[in-house]
């Protein structure tokens, strides 16, 4: 395993896996999904770049949590070859305009992540952009677990009629159901607890036979003290609209909320009645 900062030394191709590290079993379960992909022939790179253009609130992005050499440990552990760690200024060189490619409709479906982080994937657009062309990936791994970021990426690779592709990761999970974040590690023992709201809220939502009757269920499910919602939604799975055919729809039920100023995101399937 080689740590690599300048992208002069990366492989001509390879399976890449973008994280901003602090990683934990979410991440590495898709470094197991690109070396299954990757075979014996491709090497396995996992990107480390906090990346300051899809962060909004300069706190957050001064909190994020960075351990580079245990990430190392991990990576080596799980069976990459490469941990490709830029500095800033190697993704966004000092004094060239790095073009931010269109933003997809996808990314902008009112009532989602845009409302509460305007700008947000216009930065992830650039970023996997840049890292897209440092890297020369044939294929990219993504988790679940950032539902809307997955469809921005499929409709970004789309639109650019980019070769590189998509891999969706399942969304792993802690044994007591909270998804797994980097920012978990924020959440004291009492936020913990409210933070099982919001998969609860995803349970609450399967039962529900329309999406509003979904939407209602969630909500009350989250209508607990310290549990600030920012959406609870079923909208289709692919393009994040509301639904249409809700009987026979394909969505996606998708919760947001802050808990002691906490970002949390988690999102379930939601099959319509008739083919449950
Ligand atoms: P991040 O480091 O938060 O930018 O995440 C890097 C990648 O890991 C993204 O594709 C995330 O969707 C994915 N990821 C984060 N948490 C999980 C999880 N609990 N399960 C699966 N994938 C995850």
């Not at 919602?229 to 509301?242: G, I, K, M, S, T």
Request: net charge neutral; charged share 25%; hydrophobic share 45%.
């Amino acid at each position: 395993m080689r740590v690599v900062r300048d992208p002069g030394l990366l492989p001509e191709r390879c399976v890449l896996v973008p994280t901003m590290g602090a990683l934990h079993a979410g991440h590495l379960s898709l470094v197991r999904i690109a070396r299954d992909r990757a075979g014996g022939n491709l090497p396995v790179v996992v990107s480390i770049f906090v990346n300051p253009t899809q962060f909004n609130d300069a706190r957050d992005l001064e909190a994020y949590p960075r351990d580079l050499d245990r990430d190392v440990h991990l990576c080596a552990q799980t069976g990459a070859d490469i941990v490709f760690a830029p500095d800033v200024e190697t993704v966004y060189p000092p004094g060239v305009k790095t073009p931010s490619p269109k933003l997809p409709a996808v990314a902008v479906q009112p009532g989602l992540e845009d409302a509460g982080r305007p700008g947000h994937f216009a930065g992830v657009c650039q970023v996997v952009t840049r890292l897209f062309a440092l890297c020369r990936p044939v294929a990219a791994v993504f988790g679940e677990k950032d539902w809307q970021q997955l469809q921005v990426v499929r409709a970004l690779v789309q639109a650019e009629r980019s070769s590189v592709q998509i891999i969706a990761g399942p969304i792993v999970r802690e044994r007591d159901g909270l998804a797994m974040s980097s920012r978990n590690v924020r959440l004291s023992g009492d936020d913990r607890i409210k933070a099982l709201s919001l998969r609860r809220s995803l349970d609450a939502a399967q039962r529900a036979s329309t999406p509003e009757q979904a939407e209602q269920a969630m909500h009350a499910v989250l209508d607990v003290p310290g549990v600030d919602v920012q959406y609870a939604v079923v909208r289709d799975a692919e393009r994040l609209e509301p639904l249409r055919d809700t009987r026979r729809a394909v969505g996606r039920a998708l919760v947001c909320a802050c808990v002691s100023g906490v970002r949390l995101l988690d999102n379930d399937a939601w099959i319509g009645p008739d083919i449950r």
